[in-house]
């Protein structure tokens, strides 16, 4: 009997994990009536269907070999296009399913059981999940309004941790919106080359800026970085296709682990990708609609964050990127036993606690602007002022608020 358990368990890898709780989240705040500032996904009123239409039929009818197997590296057009984007050389370019796999094959090829990878706390659910499939121990470091504390990682290498990887996301930090100071890239960078471990720059948002400045990225400032991007959110996620520029010495490993795992990067979309990055004026054109589009929608809802709740909420300021992240400033609230009570009164967020590597988060919430109507950002923020002003007592009236585990895209 034991034996036979044993044998039908899911492996220890798979029991490393526990499920993305914003996908559960995200099941309850569609149904109807409730204003969803849970999301993470893309404004798809932004999607380019008929560029990507023309790029589709384009590709079907003049490139059969779409239709075929390809290389595990990817598409070498697309390679090209990645490359000269990034400085980097054709041979460290690899094209994946979306950024996502890209962190699951740097984890895969970089880490064994028990690695050390820092990475900031509260942090990005897929990278949480992808480093502890592959063992990786994760260890925690704050973070503040200049992005992950480089300082704290120093102070705990020279207590002695010795990091395999450093996980990031310079601009725009899901959750917390957070950009990198450029002193601390240089620091970090002087650290890695120092202590020998990697960083991996995960950088989906990083041209949706609509204001401040960017850091410079990590690999102009060392070799020891695995640069990670898609085009989820510049142009849209169905396609899935992303890559990663890695060290010339790493990039044949991630390659032979790919071919393992998939083969490759479906063919037709890399091809329609391409199409769709190189069409002349297109991809610029679009980028400055799509900031322009967050930017209002991010103004909307900080004002009527504002308006609604003042000094009781903290809201920092968002540069970029899809997300708001939010304080609240009353004793007693917990984000995370709320949330039932605000998808009674008419809208969802992501609590806090739904992006713990290690602390609990139980004063913040994410709040996406992405996706809803300026009047529904309007509308959202009204209905969650009632809810936190009201918050200790409602929790109090209904003492038996489940804590639905907190929950994603992402
Ligand atoms: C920080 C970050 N990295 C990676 C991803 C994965 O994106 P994709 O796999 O669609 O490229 C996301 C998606 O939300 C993200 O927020």
Do not use: C
């Amino acid at each position: 009997m034991d034996q036979l358990s044993a044998t039908t368990a899911p492996s220890g890898a798979a029991r490393r994990i526990t499920s993305s709780a914003i996908r559960e989240l995200l099941a309850v705040a569609d149904r109807p009536g409730v204003i969803s500032l849970a999301g993470g996904l893309p404004s798809a009123l932004h999607f380019p269907t008929e560029e990507a239409s023309e790029a589709i039929d384009d590709v079907l009818r003049n490139d059969r070999g779409a239709l075929q197997y390809s290389s595990t590296e990817g598409d070498p057009g697309l390679r090209e296009w990645v490359a000269a984007r990034h400085g980097a050389r054709m041979e460290q370019v690899l094209i994946t399913h979306g950024s996502q796999q890209a962190l699951d094959l740097v984890a895969r090829v970089t880490l064994d059981v028990d690695d050390p990878v820092a990475l900031a706390d509260p942090g990005y659910i897929g990278a949480i999940q992808a480093m502890r499939l592959s063992g990786g121990r994760l260890v925690a470091l704050p973070t503040d309004d200049h992005g992950l504390s480089v300082e704290t990682l120093e102070e705990q290498i020279g207590a002695g941790l010795r990091p395999r990887l450093v996980y990031l996301v310079p601009n725009f930090h899901n959750p917390t919106g957070a950009t990198l100071s450029a002193a601390r890239a240089r620091r970090l960078a002087q650290l890695a080359d120092q202590q020998g471990f990697l960083i991996v720059e995960d950088n989906p948002y990083g041209e949706i800026r609509f204001s401040g400045t960017a850091p410079p990225s990590l690999s102009t400032l060392t070799d020891n970085v695995v640069t990670v991007g898609t085009i989820s959110k510049t142009l849209f996620p169905g396609l899935r296709v992303g890559w990663i520029v890695a060290p010339v010495w790493l990039a044949p490993s991630l390659a032979l682990v790919k071919q393992a795992v998939d083969l490759h990067t479906a063919t037709l979309t890399q091809k329609v990708a391409l199409r769709l990055l190189t069409r002349p004026g297109f991809l610029r054109d679009h980028l400055t609609v799509l900031r322009s589009h967050y930017s209002s929608q991010a103004r909307i809802l900080t004002e009527a964050l504002a308006t609604e709740l003042g000094e009781s909420l903290h809201v920092a300021p968002a540069e970029g990127g899809m997300f708001l992240w939010a304080r609240v400033r009353l004793p007693d609230i917990d984000t995370q036993a709320l949330l039932d009570v605000a998808i009674d009164h008419g809208v969802a967020y992501v609590p806090g606690s739904a992006f713990s590597v290690s602390a609990a988060h139980r004063s913040h919430l994410r709040l996406s602007y992405a996706t809803v109507s300026p009047a529904e950002l309007v509308e959202g923020a009204r209905r969650l002022a009632g809810v936190i002003l009201d918050g200790p007592e409602r929790s109090r009236r209904r003492p038996g608020v489940s804590t639905r585990p907190a929950a994603t895209s992402r």
